[in-house]
């Protein structure tokens, strides 16, 4: 199943914009997480929402999560340049137990133009 | 701050032959991962360690596969005889609970 797609499947804003990326999932989740990966390189745990929580802060991140909707977002405010990134949500589903697998979206591609 | 390393950072290999791809998971993590992502494509899902045994894998993870703990600090994915698909990033990620902390991964080509 495609749990985790994400939208837009590229986005490209101006430095100083706000970027925002949304994904939607499939089954019931026990958390969701956001990850961002650069060119060809690991991925890196940016943000983690429980699903019972609404709302998650970090630094310039913003992460929403409405279970209603199988729905997330991700917002990066004030982005830089440094931005630039594909950027993965990734939920780990109720039935999960011990087991925890992360089911990938296909990303967004951020670029953040100077 | 402890991260997750993996070795080789790249490899190639000729088709048929028996690759060993090793990672070390931050210490006092109680679970481990692979997973892989081909070029362009999805991340997906390999196989989870828990105490010491495998607690899921996917349908990729056939016999071709296997992973061990060898010495309670390496983590071992062994593919026997590997394939052109099997041309991929391969990343190990370990976990004290949630959240999943990745390594940099392997990028193998086989030829």
């Known amino acids: 199943s495609q749990q985790g797609e994400e939208d837009p499947q590229a986005l490209s804003i101006q430095e100083g914009e706000n970027a925002t990326m949304n994904c939607s999932y499939k089954?019931?989740?026990?958390?969701l997480q956001w990850y961002r990966q650069n060119s060809g390189r690991g991925l890196v745990h940016l943000i983690l929402?429980?699903?019972n929580e609404r709302e998650k802060h970090s630094g310039r991140l913003r992460v929403t999560l409405d279970t209603s909707k199988k729905s997330s977002s991700l917002l990066i405010t004030a982005s830089r340049a440094a931005d630039t990134a594909s950027y993965f949500c990734?939920?780990?589903?109720?039935?999960?137990?011990?087991?925890?697998?992360?089911?990938w979206g296909l990303g967004t591609s951020l670029a953040v133009n100077p | 701050e402890p991260e997750v390393t993996q070795t080789p950072s790249h490899q190639v290999t000729q088709m048929g032959q028996e690759v060993i791809l090793r990672c070390v998971p931050i210490?006092?993590?109680?679970?481990f991962y692979w997973y892989r992502q081909i070029l362009g494509q999805k991340v997906e899902f390999l196989v989870s360690?828990?105490?010491?045994?495998?607690?899921?894998k996917s349908e990729i993870f056939d016999d071709q596969f296997s992973v061990e703990r060898p010495d309670g600090s390496n983590f071992t994915l062994k593919i026997r005889s590997t394939k052109l698909e099997d041309s991929a990033m391969y990343f190990c990620?370990?976990?004290?609970?949630?959240?999943?902390?990745f390594g940099p991964g392997t990028r193998l080509l086989v030829l």
């Open positions: 929402i429980r699903s």
């Open positions: 210490s006092n993590h109680l679970y």
């Open positions: 089954t019931s989740i026990n958390n």
């Open positions: 990734a939920t780990v589903s109720v039935s999960a137990g011990n087991n925890r697998k992360l089911i």
């Open positions: 360690f828990y105490n010491n045994e495998i607690s899921e």
């Open positions: 990620a370990s976990s004290p609970e949630e959240t999943q902390y």
